[in-house]
């Protein structure tokens, strides 16, 4: 649908007529996940602040920095393309949110900056972000891709910035938290990623809808372009992390977290995963810290499995499952 | 437990429920064992299960316990009948969602008394594919030697 058909005529939008309960679902999703930077006590972590280096404390804003230029991004360009090739008014109405979301995430992190830093370490970062190379350049492949002509490589830069873009600025919150450091940032952030994982979801998802329509030929083309774009991307990735990270000696462990968070990006797109086990074995207090359950060993088929429990099942009706 | 009436030549199967963005459906593809779909359609009936069986399923949401288990999957476990054939679960999710991380597995496996036997992100890796498929037919193994016992 171009720009011109779009703005000729509105249709009043009707969300007791779906195309798609997807959309639905998605909306319920993220509205009931609806948050705001002033829920958390981020003034809480002034006195865990004082206790990094001036270098520690010179990395974590800049990292953040560059988390809010793609925030700033998503909220000002892709989720506005997206709406222009929505296959749904439902779907669009999704977007907005989204684009909304984004805003608050790059708000959330000048809260975090007026909170803990001072104004001029946040402009030096400011600066940094607009002269750091790696940055930028990961900036304009994402940006050339939204202005393209191609709705399907939209979607699939979309998906890439949401899904594993992000995550080299990630890491960060999660290793001060593993560190028992800024806890408080960390929930923040935890609500970012939480986000982001429904708009990767989401865009995802209307992506291979779309593709499943294509010829056999254009869907391989778009396939052998997505795996392109993410490994220029990812070449790109490594030169940022380890302008960033190797001077605290974490850049190894960081690129674990961006394969990991890679095949992610990929299966979001119903893509194989292209990084193999061997070198997406985060460290487990990574791990931990953003997910917390996820070092317990449910992994019961590896286990003696000797114990298991055999079901005495009790009876349930649907309000016992608070569904 | 009816455990007399399960006839220990037959291995267990499984049930699942994907939503239409078929990540567990593609799951359970890979894994490439017998498999029993629950209807996406909330008006279509539930389907009775005639033999034990391990359920796999995704976790809606994305942080509380309030429908994380789908709608769906509440309906077909709310069949007694079906509930007593439960022997396992397997659920599907995303570390994103942190403490909410394959939530549904772990309120079944409550709810039901049965292990909470793997979790898996999306459409699941090919090691998640190896270690279900082999943990699975174990699994059934060790059920059939208990039951002889």
């Known amino acids: 649908m171009t720009m011109m058909q779009r703005l000729s005529r509105v249709n009043a939008i009707n969300w007791n007529r779906l195309q798609d309960d997807k959309d639905l679902e998605v909306w319920n999703r993220l509205t009931s996940n609806f948050w705001l930077p002033e829920k958390v006590p981020l003034s809480n972590d002034i006195q865990s602040w004082n206790t990094l280096t001036q270098q520690e404390k010179q990395l974590t804003i800049r990292v953040f920095t560059g988390l809010t230029l793609l925030d700033t991004i998503q909220s000002s360009v892709g989720a506005p393309v997206l709406m222009d090739d929505a296959r749904t008014p439902h779907e669009e109405a999704v977007y907005t949110n989204i684009a909304f979301m984004e805003s608050v995430h790059a708000r959330s992190y000048s809260s975090i900056f007026s909170t803990l830093c001072a104004t001029r370490d946040v402009d030096d970062a400011f600066r940094w972000s607009e002269e750091n190379p790696t940055l930028q350049m990961k900036s304009e492949l994402i940006l050339k891709r939204y202005r393209s002509e191609d709705p399907l490589m939209r979607k699939v830069a979309s998906v890439f910035l949401e899904s594993f873009l992000f995550y080299s600025g990630f890491y960060l919150p999660m290793y001060w938290s593993s560190h028992a450091k800024l806890t408080n940032t960390a929930d923040l952030i935890r609500l970012i990623i939480r986000d982001e994982a429904v708009h990767g979801y989401y865009v995802g998802y209307k992506f291979q809808q779309a593709l499943a329509e294509e010829t056999p030929e254009r869907q391989q083309e778009v396939k052998d372009y997505a795996y392109e774009l993410l490994l220029e991307l990812y070449d790109n990735e490594v030169r940022y992390t380890e302008s960033l990270y190797d001077e605290v000696g974490l850049s190894e462990d960081v690129k674990k977290f961006l394969h990991y968070n890679a095949n992610k990006a990929l299966m979001n797109l119903g893509f194989e995963p292209l990084f193999p086990s061997s070198v997406t074995d985060v460290d487990p207090t990574i791990m931990a810290a953003l997910s917390p359950s996820a070092d317990e060993n449910h992994d019961f088929f590896s286990g003696s499995g000797s114990s298991y429990v055999i079901g005495k099942a009790v009876a349930t009706e649907d309000d016992d499952w608070s569904f | ?149």
């Open chain 2, 1 to 149: 437990m009816q455990t007399a009436e399960v006839d220990t030549q037959l291995a267990g199967t499984l049930v699942y429920f994907s939503t239409k963005s078929g990540n567990t459906h593609r799951f359970i593809e890979k894994l490439g064992m017998r498999a029993q779909r629950l209807p996406l359609n909330r008006e279509e009936p539930t389907p009775r299960v005639e033999q034990p069986y391990i359920l796999v399923t995704p976790t809606y949401g994305g942080g509380s316990a309030h429908g994380a288990v789908p709608g769906q999957v509440i309906r077909f476990l709310n069949d007694t009948h079906n509930r007593h054939l439960l022997r396992g679960v397997i659920a599907a999710g995303n570390t994103n969602f942190g403490e909410a991380y394959g939530l549904a597995g772990r309120i079944i496996a409550q709810k039901c008394q049965v292990p909470l036997l793997y979790r898996f992100e999306l459409f699941g890796t090919d090691e998640d594919v190896a270690k279900v498929r082999k943990g699975v037919e174990e699994f059934w193994k060790r059920q059939t030697q208990s039951l002889k016992t």
